[in-house]
């Protein structure tokens, strides 16, 4: 057995020296290996992508004309050697766990993951599949034992009765959250029967894209295409955070606003974005479902990548695993179309 580490970080990012190829790189390469299309991680200016078969439509709506190999979950591809699967991560459509073996090791780069304590799943796409691994890549994200989601059918159910009241009050919904994956998941479960849905610009490509996927979403109209006034009092406006505040959400009148966000969770988050409402609804794993997706790989050594860093490291370490971090340039957001929402100072609960 080879003791060579299959991925290092340089420069450009996440490495894998033995087959010549990056995963989710922030600066242009040869080839890279791209685990789901969010902006921090599927960036242009690469010579080749490999991705997901269940996420190319997304990365295509995002990237525009790319030179791409795509695979289906769990087929294998040789890059310079070096047997290379992709599986899914549960995070967005399409979102994909690299799994690499070479020289007796199994190593996995997560990406961005679902995972709840709750055993909660992403409708959107599939589930989180845990790799058996001697490394586990993972992703921290709301790596703090403050967070833990609450059931997401409470949620969605909260979200449809905010809309419904704003309807019967006569003024539009408008609910932020991220435009590729977050959005989706707003809509899939969101309750055709209380008024028409609108969408902002930015999300009706992706809406495409999930759609031309096979994920049923309920139908959407952009804002120019509803030009009746009342049906705008009962709608639901689904748009990505950045139209808090701009002209475009004026457009709307006198409305409400939430943003679903797992920052939601955070005590303040709401009253600092400036939104009426704030629910929870993540798209990463909570801290139990961190926990629980780590033990499933059996992993005997972990590797953070974004997120709380030192505090997953540290509870990894007391749990007798190898840990370590890598510092990439992964945001803490899902998109660039974001609020600007930086993790707040939080203090731990004591004992952890
Ligand atoms: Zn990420
Ligand atoms: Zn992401």
């Known amino acids: 057995m080879s003791t060579e580490d299959l991925v290092v970080l340089r420069p450009q990012g996440l490495y894998c020296p033995a087959g010549d190829f990056f995963i989710d790189p922030w600066r242009p390469v040869a080839r890279a290996v791209i685990t789901h299309a969010h902006a921090d991680h599927a960036r242009r200016g690469h010579g080749a992508y490999l991705a997901s078969a269940r996420g190319a439509g997304v990365l295509r709506a995002r990237l525009g004309e790319i030179t791409l190999q795509t695979a289906e979950w769990g087929e294998a591809v040789h890059l310079n050697g070096v047997r290379v699967s992709l599986h899914p991560a ?3 459509l399409g979102s994909a766990q690299v799994r690499i073996e070479h020289g007796g090791q199994v190593w996995v780069v997560s990406g961005d993951y679902f995972v709840s304590g709750n055993h909660d799943r992403n409708a959107t796409c599939d589930a989180f599949e845990p790799q058996r691994c001697d490394c586990f890549v993972t992703e921290s994200t709301f790596g703090l034992p403050i967070y833990h989601w609450p059931a997401q059918a409470q949620v969605l159910a909260e979200i449809n009765d905010w809309w419904r009241s704003n309807a019967e009050a006569g003024r539009p919904s408008l609910l932020l959250g991220y435009s590729f994956g977050k959005a989706q998941r707003l809509l899939a479960g969101a309750d055709a029967s209380i008024g028409p849905i609108v969408v902002h610009g930015a999300v009706e490509p992706l809406n ?13 109209l952009l804002l120019e295409a509803l030009d009746d006034k009342a049906a705008l009092r009962r709608a639901l406006v689904v748009a990505p955070p950045a139209v808090h505040g701009s002209a475009w959400a004026r457009r ?20 600092r974005q ?3 409402r704030g629910f929870v609804l993540s798209d990463h794993a909570d801290w139990p479902g961190l926990q629980r997706a780590i033990a499933a790989t059996g992993a005997e050594r972990v590797i953070v ?16 695993l190898q840990a370590g ?16 929402l930086p993790p707040a100072p939080v203090s731990l609960p004591a004992g952890g």
């Open 90 to 92: 549960g995070h967005v």
């Open 208 to 220: 495409r894209a999930y759609r031309e996927a096979g994920v049923a979403l309920p139908a959407t």
């Open 252 to 271: 709307l009148g006198e409305f409400s606003d939430a943003f679903a966000s797992g920052w939601m969770q955070l005590r303040g988050a709401r009253r």
């Open 274 to 276: 400036g939104v009426d």
């Open 305 to 320: 990548t974004h997120g709380y860093e030192a505090v997953m490291v540290r509870w990894l370490q007391q749990q007798g």
């Open 325 to 340: 971090s890598f510092r990439t340039e992964f945001g803490s957001a899902d998109d660039a179309d974001v609020l600007p």
